[in-house]
């Protein structure tokens, strides 16, 4: 039987992928510091072993290779150091590594929507790294052959976890405002983007690279929804599930900041900086791989999972 390792597997993509893994035939083995419930429930997690390590303990690295995994999903690794003693390890006893990126490899885009090698210049610690992380999956490959890929998601929606709102930051009041057909301030002119993913299409790339194999061997791929959203236009969608027009109003960051909290407006201007809007063709390309969901089909099946559609 096929072996696949997890760390940290019980998270939101996770929480697909494994019970992807068990129907195919994996035996499963989730690797993290505790033990908490995935968010979505299903009998295939009945057949995962569990495995409690710290990533920062002596010996992490060692007693992962010794599981003699024929995969290994990484999706707690932030630092590239980190990634690169695991794959030390790891060479000549995996048959493939699989990273978890994110868009954030990306800093102010150019041209859109964004091709993974695109506008590598990112803006902040968090996304240097996981740039580089994909880069050293590239070299490796290319210099010892070492199997590894790197998927980058958008912002994640999963039910029961809030998603990135039309406001551009994580309130479910957002959503309450346009359902009670109350005015919503945008900020600018509500055209920056967001780029979201359901955690089952990104469970769905690693999925797909992994049946893939070779093609996937030394690359980076998108996770993301069929198409970014502005702002405006996903706000007006909301309102439109309830039967409303989205009163719409707009104002200068600067100004509009002022109107939600400091942590509130930092997330927004975090995305709205970038505006994220990816391509999935080098997926569809390589791994065959198409989402499943738009933007606006997932976020409706999260809000849902809050009975915010339920008047």
Avoid at 198 to 222: L, R, T, W
Wanted: hydrophobic share 35%; charged share 25%.
């Amino acid at each position: 039987m096929k072996k696949a390792v997890m760390l940290g597997g019980r998270g939101k993509v996770g929480s697909y992928l494994v019970p992807m893994l068990v129907n195919d035939g994996f035996s499963v083995t989730n690797v993290s510091r505790g033990i908490t419930r995935p968010y979505v429930d299903n009998k295939a997690w009945q057949e995962v072993t569990q495995l409690t390590l710290d990533r920062d303990a002596e010996g992490f690295e060692d007693k992962i290779a010794a599981l003699s995994p024929d995969c290994v999903i990484d999706m707690i690794c932030f630092e590239n150091s980190d990634m690169e003693k695991l794959i030390d390890r790891l060479s000549g006893n995996t048959g493939h590594y699989l990273a978890c990126g994110s868009i954030w490899i990306h800093g102010i885009s150019d041209t859109v929507p964004l091709k993974e090698e695109e506008c590598r210049t990112p803006l902040e610690h968090y996304g240097e790294q996981k740039s580089l992380m994909d880069f050293t999956i590239t070299r490796r490959f290319r210099e010892s052959g070492f199997p590894g890929t790197a998927v980058h998601p958008g912002h994640i929606v999963c039910p029961g976890d809030v998603p990135i709102s039309p406001m551009g930051f994580k309130n479910n009041a957002v959503f309450e405002t346009l359902r009670d057909g109350k005015p919503l301030w945008l900020p600018n002119f509500g055209m920056e983007t967001l780029h979201h993913a359901h955690a089952s299409d990104i469970a769905g790339v690693f999925f797909a690279a992994i049946k893939a194999g070779q093609p996937a061997f030394g690359e980076g791929f998108h996770a993301v929804s069929k198409a970014a959203v502005t702002l405006h236009g996903y706000a007006s969608e909301v309102a439109r599930w309830y039967g409303k027009e989205a009163l719409l109003n707009y104002e200068p960051f600067d100004v509009w900041k002022h109107r939600v909290s400091e942590e509130e407006a930092a997330d927004t201007y975090e995305h709205i900086r970038r505006s994220p809007n990816c391509s999935m063709d080098k997926a569809k390309r390589l791994l065959n791989f198409s989402p499943q969901y738009s933007t606006y089909e997932a976020v409706k099946e999260c809000i849902a999972s809050f009975g915010l559609l339920e008047h």
